[in-house]
């Protein structure tokens, strides 16, 4: 009978810091990208901004599109993921809106770097990456006119159609290029206001 020991299992510690180390690779490419451009970023860039030759860069990532790819895909994934839970759920149609607006705005201030990769660069992206990307932004601008149709439906809102659709995302979207997550305002006060903006108009009262 072999007396050979058993493959020693991989160590949790090892596979921790192997997933922390993806993370801060993620992270920089994501600051790079976002400040420089993802075409004029090279790897041995990004290599000695985390302190990593590049066999060992190799070690963690696929190549630099996959890089770019995971950058985009991860909080809008998080969005629907958080989108298709809120339309399962009891809540009324007002409230749906201003939960989903609130999580958009402090996914946004809490990530600048990889929405703002997201917006400029996901364009680079080629084959089923590009395809993926695409999908899921459908999916994510889908779960708002869901959200609008339910109001339109219940005679709560005027319009539930793709040019609401647009309106809403294009005043919550962009806000990666000025929202300050330490500002006088939190992200989602900021969603508060645009919520009200949206539901109820920028008219008083008595001109309404």
């Not at 066999?55 to 995971?70: C, D, P, S, V």
Request: net charge negative; glycine share 8%; aromatic share 8%.
């Amino acid at each position: 009978m072999s007396t050979d020991p058993a493959p020693a299992p991989r160590s949790h510690s090892r596979t921790r810091k192997g997933s922390r180390t993806k993370q801060r690779i993620l992270r920089t490419a994501a600051d790079l990208f976002a400040r420089q451009g993802y075409h004029a970023t090279g790897l041995s860039e990004l290599g000695d901004a985390v302190g990593l030759g590049r066999g060992a860069l190799y070690h963690h990532i696929t190549n630099k599109e996959q890089l770019l790819y995971e950058i985009s895909i991860e909080h809008v994934q998080e969005m629907v993921d958080f989108g298709e839970e809120l339309l399962s759920s009891p809540l009324g149609v007002e409230e749906r809106f201003r939960r989903m607006s609130r999580k958009l705005m402090r996914v946004i201030a809490d990530n600048r770097d990889e929405w703002t990769v997201y917006f400029r660069e996901a364009d680079s992206l080629s084959g089923e990456r590009r395809e993926r990307v695409v999908e899921l932004r459908s999916r994510f601008e889908d779960l708002w006119r869901q959200i609008l149709d339910e109001g339109e439906t219940a005679g709560l809102f005027h319009h539930g159609d793709s040019l609401a659709v647009k309106a809403v995302l294009g005043m919550h979207n962009y806000s990666y290029l000025w929202i300050d997550p330490e500002g006088d305002l939190s992200p989602e006060e900021i969603a508060d206001r645009f919520c009200d903006i949206l539901l109820h108009g920028i008219m008083t009262a008595p001109q309404r």
